[in-house]
């Protein structure tokens, strides 16, 4: 299907099949491609994003250093948080989502594959327009290019009048953007579940990652939307004479807060419950057991997707609330505290009493229970909110997140290339090479992560270019940037493995892990439309169903 | 309140032994002695009701949090151990099971207990702090946030100054604590001297309030919290707590008028006659902008540029001639003197004490 030279007749038309072949990728509608290009632009970003992450340590190992000027500092860590949260880990678990969600319902492809399409171009040119900002933009200083105003564009200082220049409107517009790209994966990817499921696959035999899918896109519909809206209010501010933001007109500075919030932290949700996802399939198959309690595991997901869009102005502790607004967003804090703890037990449920196989998918699942454990106990520590008068917007902050987004989301994405990679390309990845990635990544990991809550204690803020001698931070913040470097050659180690897996790698086949859920049973890569004929299920696990006929979960279910 | 210090008393020692098991840097940092140190700053070495409420409670919440920790990893170690694949096996399946209802309500409700708990303990320190009234013997600051440095005025004293505030210590048996009131012209900033409190942040059009009754004389670290711009990173800041007769004689002598020296008019020419005085301000001269710190006690302060240099003649002299050399992408242009004239300048800012 690849290189079908046209030959027509008195015209000498030559083959060229990598022309052919980047067509087909270019214009493809097929989710798994989809799945993959979206994979593939999250890894670019990924690096991108790196780069400037090692940027920041290198700046911040020792005090007053000056390897970038604070412009150029202050444009890292912008740049690095909006990359990290919208062109790599959304994309990176769209496209897993993509790729897994209509093979895991024994579906032909997504249910809209051209908005399919449409959604993944407009997320890949949202990350495009925001580094043209490189080329295109002047920053806060005047002279400068890519937008400096923080992730979170915290107003007044996303007004023209302390961002002159164009470098927030690319960071306004690649959310946007992006944003409605989205939406459209989101709509695609409730409608495929709700329509396209194969039969018997009731809505309570889906596989765990399709109904932490469903859950994930629902809140996207929701919490993005208040994003986008923001933005708008935020170009009207900017070009048509608006007065929503812009304090110097009697505009508030608190609004933008409530509507970065309530997208925010509804987001870290929309991040993390895909991790919880690839947890919900790995675990069991490498433990040997079905996921234990698996009702409660939904409910408890459910729970966390409401309760998370009750809890936005957590974030927003310093700023003055009344203690009754203060006490409502610390209760509903750590309430959702308990389903994720809810959820936590019942992975540990699930390995107890099996035979767990020590792959690297498990090692990296293992690590992240872990990190994602001690993740939810510094929140639970600065959900206080007292506590976090003091911890917010300090290194300890950012050491907490961090944690969540690569102690958690990362260590979890890790465990699911290396649990699904066989059946995307057909060919197993190094082992060997697995484990220096995983061990390399555990102690840079926990070299930078850990220490890092110790300056925010001892009173360091986030985002400054640099810091004062004798505050007893300069060895903690060398022993971070040394984490870092180490983080950054394991993820070399990873994509040396990805690249010299795709050659060399021994042959997956069908089913190398012996798992239970329907994209096993296909070849590997699976075919076009990956079922010749639409299979039907019994049971939560179908191919354990297959395996062992004699005592099959659909006697139990 | 009362009930807290006792419990959080008690449970001290347990918390330090979690500590050391798991943040054990942090634990070391955290038994420093706590002398008035104006180098290091750390929340668990605090000077202040505030903050001291602060560290008791999280001293409580990390117990609670180390408890759920050890319990939960000591269960996740264990069945990594115990239930891992062994040879012996030959590829038989364990025994499916599928979940257990009791299990669950176990370990929903448990935590739900625990919530209950923390949210208590939080809510009582969240009134104790925020809902504290303020006492007439308070001394009343208004802080106002600006790109990269802090004015401070006395409303009722009649004083403005910059960068370093001065606040009297606060003897518990006759309370003078300071009651803070947060204001932006600009962008958004946070105050924040972790031994004296928790943040609270300076945002436009948006009055903010906190206080701060400290226990110990010294001099306390801290620096703007929120991103504000380019320089966010040397808006720092130095709370000087006074004793009451030291602070007496600082306000007096910050209510005078600029000293006049007639040895430095050539300088006070320079000042006034160039674009300085529209942004500074030099009490009993014409000089009276407002973009700028107040000057008229400049050679009181211990640093310049919102502390991100010592208040010396060379540091000044630079400062002058060119802020961006101290700190880059500060709004202070360079004033391009001669050097007749910025030495002049330098003079004129040196007799202003």
New interface residues.
């Given amino acids: 299907m690849s290189s079908n030279a046209i030959t027509i007749p008195g015209t000498q038309i030559q083959a060229r099949p990598w022309v052919d072949e980047l067509h087909q990728w270019l214009t493809t509608v097929d989710h798994k491609r989809l799945g993959i290009l979206y994979i593939l632009s999250a890894l670019l970003f990924l690096v991108i994003g790196g780069v400037e992450a090692l940027i920041i340590r290198i700046q911040l190992m020792h005090s007053h250093n000056d390897f970038v000027s604070p412009q150029v500092f202050n444009r890292m860590f912008t740049m690095h948080g909006t990359t990290m949260i919208f062109f790599v880990a959304m994309p990176v678990l769209f496209g897993f989502a993509n790729y897994l969600v209509p093979l895991m319902i024994g579906a032909r492809d997504m249910a809209f594959p051209r908005l399919n399409a449409f959604s993944f171009w407009l997320s890949f040119l949202g990350g495009l327009l925001l580094y043209f900002s490189f080329l295109g933009g002047s920053g806060l200083y005047g002279a400068g290019n890519a937008p400096d105003v923080g992730w979170w564009a915290y107003a007044p200082l996303g007004a023209r009048a302390f961002s002159p220049g164009h470098s927030s409107d690319y960071w306004t517009l690649a959310l946007l953007v992006s944003g409605f790209g989205s939406i459209g994966t989101a709509i695609n990817i409730i409608a495929t579940i709700v329509c396209l499921r194969c039969p018997g696959m009731k809505i309570s035999r889906m596989p765990l990652l399709v109904w932490l899918n469903l859950v994930m896109a629902g809140m996207v519909l929701i919490a993005i939307t208040p994003l986008s809206a923001a933005q708008m209010m935020l170009l009207i501010d900017r070009y048509l004479g608006g007065h929503f933001f812009d304090t110097q007109a009697g505009g508030s500075a608190v609004l933008w807060m409530h509507f970065f919030w309530i997208f925010g932290h509804p987001e870290v949700y929309i991040l993390i419950i895909p991790s919880f996802a690839f947890m919900s399939e790995i675990i069991p198959v490498f433990s040997r057991k079905p996921i234990f309690g698996y009702p409660v595991m939904v409910g408890a997901t459910v729970c966390i997707a409401f309760v998370s869009m009750s809890v936005w102005a957590h974030h927003m502790f310093t700023i003055g609330m009344n203690s009754y607004a203060n006490s409502f967003f610390v209760i509903t804090t750590m309430a959702v505290g308990v389903p994720t703890g809810i959820k936590i037990f019942n992975w540990i449920g699930t390995m107890w009493g099996g035979r767990i196989q020590f792959k690297t998918p498990m090692l990296f699942s293992i690590a992240f229970l872990f990190q994602f454990l001690v993740a939810g106990l510094t929140g639970i520590i600065q959900s206080s909110a007292p506590v976090d008068w003091q911890l917010s917007l300090s290194y300890f902050v950012v050491a907490h997140f961090h944690y969540v987004i690569v102690g958690g989301i990362l260590f979890a994405l890790f465990a699911a290339f290396y649990y699904w990679y066989p059946k995307m390309i057909g060919r197993m990845l190094s082992e060997r090479l697995g484990k220096w990635h995983f061990w390399l990544f555990l102690i840079g990991f926990h070299l930078t992560f850990d220490v890092m809550h110790i300056p925010g204690v001892l009173g360091m803020p986030r985002r400054i270019y640099t810091y004062e001698p004798g505050r007893g931070w300069d060895t903690l913040n060398l022993i971070i940037s040394i984490g870092a470097f180490i983080q950054a050659i394991a993820i070399l180690v990873f994509v040396a493995n990805l690249i010299i897996s795709y050659f060399k790698g021994a042959k997956a086949g069908n089913d190398p892990w012996d798992a239970w859920t329907l994209e096993w049973s296909v070849s590997s890569p699976p075919p076009a439309y990956n079922f010749a004929t639409v299979p039907t299920v019994a049971s939560r696990r179908p191919l354990w169903d297959l395996k062992h006929p004699e005592d099959p979960d659909s006697r139990y279910e | 309140m009362c009930l807290l210090k006792m419990r959080s008393s008690t449970l001290r020692s347990l918390a330090q032994t979690i500590l050391l098991l798991f943040?054990s840097?942090?634990a070391v940092?955290?038994n420093q002695p706590k002398g008035s140190s104006s180098?290091?700053?750390?929340?668990?070495a605090p000077a202040s009701t505030p903050?001291k409420?602060?560290a008791d409670?999280?001293v409580f919440?990390?117990v609670i949090?180390g408890i759920?920790?050890v319990v939960?990893?000591a269960?996740?170690v264990y069945?990594?151990v115990k239930?891992?694949?062994?040879a012996t096996?030959a590829g038989r399946?364990?025994?499916?099971?599928?979940?257990?209802t009791q299990?669950?309500l176990a370990?929903?409700i448990i935590?739900?207990l625990i919530?209950v708990v923390?949210?208590l303990?939080?809510?009582r320190?969240?009134?104790a702090?925020?809902?504290a009234p303020e006492p007439a013997g308070a001394v009343q600051v208004t802080a106002i946030g600006h790109q990269y440095w802090w004015e401070f005025r006395y409303p009722k004293l009649g004083i403005v100054t910059a960068n370093e505030l001065h606040i009297p210590v606060s003897d518990p048996n006759h309370p003078t604590p300071t009651f803070l009131q947060?204001l932006s012209v600009?962008?958004?900033h946070?105050f924040?001297v972790?031994e004296l409190?928790?943040?609270?942040?300076l945002?436009?059009?948006?009055p903010?309030?906190m206080w701060m009754d400290p226990q110990r004389t010294g001099v306390f670290?801290?620096?703007?919290?929120?991103?504000?711009?380019?320089?966010?990173?040397?808006m720092?800041l130095r709370v000087s707590v006074d004793g009451p007769e030291e602070f007496a004689s600082w306000v007096r002598a910050q209510q005078k008028p600029a000293v006049e020296d007639a040895g430095a008019i050539a300088g006070r020419r320079v000042f006034e006659s160039n674009a300085c005085m529209n942004c500074h301000a030099v009490a009993g001269t014409a000089a009276d902008g407002r973009f700028g710190p107040d000057l008229t006690h400049l050679m009181s302060r211990a640093t310049i540029a919102a502390?991100a240099a010592k208040n010396t003649h060379n540091n000044l002299r630079l400062w002058i001639q060119d802020p961006s050399a101290i700190k880059?992408?500060s709004l202070m242009p360079a004033m391009k003197l001669s050097d007749a004239d910025l030495d002049a300048v330098v003079s004129y800012m040196e007799t202003l004490r």
């Fill in positions: 943040w840097a942090m940092w955290a180098h290091g700053t750390n929340i668990f903050a409420s602060i409670l999280s919440v990390l949090t759920i920790f939960v990893f269960l996740l069945s990594v239930f891992r694949a062994r096996d399946e364990p025994a499916q099971v599928y979940g257990s299990i669950e370990w929903t935590p739900i919530v923390l949210f303990a939080t809510a320190v969240i009134h702090i925020q809902d947060l600009d962008t958004d946070s924040w972790p409190g928790g943040k609270t942040d945002i436009p059009n948006h903010n309030r670290l801290g620096q703007c919290a929120q991103y504000c711009g380019t320089q966010h990173a040397k720092l502390g880059p992408g």
